[in-house]
């Protein structure tokens, strides 16, 4: 329990009766409330991070500790320490592991998140020495490692060198390398820094299989191409979108915004830090976006700690909302939780965010589909899409307003057998969607059409 000046300010269940003070770091200030606000004041900064758990845990580097602390951002406990962690080692998480990278020993170990017990330990062989690390926080690996000269995906069950046919990524290069990885940890955007102009590049994991697509390209400074939880979506600098295919997105409504992806594949998060609130305060707003439509769900304003001191650049929004590879604003649906980390890596601000609770809040209701179409359909095959839906009024329903002639859609199910001689590489679909109030929105999407297996 932490006391401050008499007064009980909130409390941290530790596991394993684990104390504040052998863990290394100090946290000055915690309060702590399932329904409130909860503010993590740290006595020193930390060097990285990473989520971990589809964004239920984080992990803080501590340099002058030699240590990590996870921390589960949910029950507002610190779960365990990984010891020895030195400046220049690598952190990555997933679904249910911690990884730390030693490049100087040329050593992984791994941690479980349920356990918070080392179950694993390796040496690197084969590759280069990493320079940077990347897996997603939603998923079962791989773990990619990129070197200066090449780039290693590992398996993280057995963390040896992962085989994978098909174009890799590369190394960082003389002039630096841009990469981004899906939650889901299976679609990776990448593009070249420090010259131009350059394209950008999405590579999709499918088994053992890197299936590249390249895009655009730019001569602008600030550049990347990060993926959406799913991989179906690259959001990139300034509110640009393209799908996985590397087609443009046209969401005109999100210009200006820097689009930041979930852990969970049904959403993403579009922030501006150049907003005023009702006093001309200087404040960011936030609002969450489907993947399915783009389409923007609600938005609040506040979150004073992402707003740079001055805004002469990008490259200050750059520095406010992002930490290398980490992105320092989190919305985890799954665990109706809002992580920012301000820039000064001394806070850590968690914020209950009920999605549905703050829907039905909305005066004027809510309708909107959230459930993501198959990105492909074998040709002599049937493409079945259960479409979900979501109204304040209830009694949502899909209909087919346009597609294939023998579409049909059942009780919000749409179902077409793709015919074995379909000569289209893609096909859309426009599906109208209306509830009991007669309100209507537009589900619209494409899907690619490939030879069966």
């Not at 009920?354 to 829907?359: F, I, T, V």
Request: with cysteine; aromatic share 8%; hydrophobic share 40%.
């Amino acid at each position: 329990m932490i006391r401050r000046k008499g007064k009980v300010e909130g409390c941290i269940e530790l596991k394993r009766n684990t104390s504040l003070f052998s863990l290394g770091v100090l946290f000055l200030a915690v309060s702590w409330s399932a329904a409130e606000s909860t503010s993590l004041d740290l006595s020193e900064p930390y060097s990285q991070c990473t989520f971990a758990g589809k964004g239920r845990y984080l992990a803080l580097h501590f340099e002058s500790q030699s240590n990590v602390t996870v921390y589960d951002l949910v029950h507002g406990e610190i779960c365990f320490e990984v010891p020895q962690v030195a400046k220049g080692d690598l952190l990555a998480g997933s679904a249910d592991k911690i990884v730390v990278i030693s490049p100087s020993k040329r050593m992984l170990r791994r941690w479980d998140l349920s356990s918070g017990e080392r179950d694993a330990t390796k040496l690197l062989s084969g590759a280069d020495v990493p320079l940077e690390s990347l897996m997603g926080c939603s998923g079962s690996g791989p773990l990619l490692l990129i070197g200066p000269n090449r780039s290693t995906f590992i398996d993280l069950a057995t963390l040896e060198p992962l085989e994978v046919m098909g174009p890799g990524i590369g190394g960082r290069g003389r002039y630096g390398l841009c990469v981004m990885v899906s939650a889901a940890g299976q679609t990776f955007g990448a593009i070249p820094t420090g010259y131009g102009p350059v394209g950008y590049e999405a590579m999709h994991l499918v088994g053992s299989t890197v299936e590249r697509v390249r895009f655009g390209g730019t001569s602008n400074a600030i550049r990347w191409a990060q993926p959406t939880g799913g991989g179906h979506l690259l959001l990139q600098p300034g509110g640009a979108v393209v799908d996985r295919y590397g087609h443009a997105v046209p969401a005109k409504w999100l210009e200006g915004a820097a689009l930041i992806p979930t852990p969970d594949e049904r959403f993403f998060v579009a922030v501006r830090v150049d907003q005023r609130d009702h006093e001309n305060r200087a404040v960011a707003r936030l609002e969450v976006c489907t993947t399915a439509d783009c389409r923007v769900l609600l938005g609040e304003v506040g979150f004073e700690e992402l707003v740079p001191k001055q805004i002469n650049s990008w490259h200050d929004i750059v520095a406010a909302l992002r930490m290398g590879h980490e992105w320092r604003v989190v919305y985890a649906a799954e665990w109706n939780r809002l992580v920012t980390l301000p820039s000064d890596n001394r806070r850590v601000l968690i914020r209950p965010f009920s999605l549905r609770k703050k829907l039905r809040e909305l005066p004027d209701g809510f309708l909107y589909v959230d459930s993501l179409p198959p990105l492909s359909t074998p040709r002599g095959e049937m493409l079945d899409y259960r479409i979900v839906p979501h109204s304040s009024h209830g009694g949502a329903r899909a209909t087919l307003a346009d597609g294939p002639g023998v579409a049909r859609i059942r009780k919000n199910r749409l179902q077409w057998r793709v015919p074995d001689d379909f000569a289209e590489p893609s096909v859309r679909f426009l599906v109208s969607v209306t509830d009991s109030s007669e309100r209507e929105i537009f589900h619209s999407f494409e899907v690619q059409v490939i030879d069966s297996q």
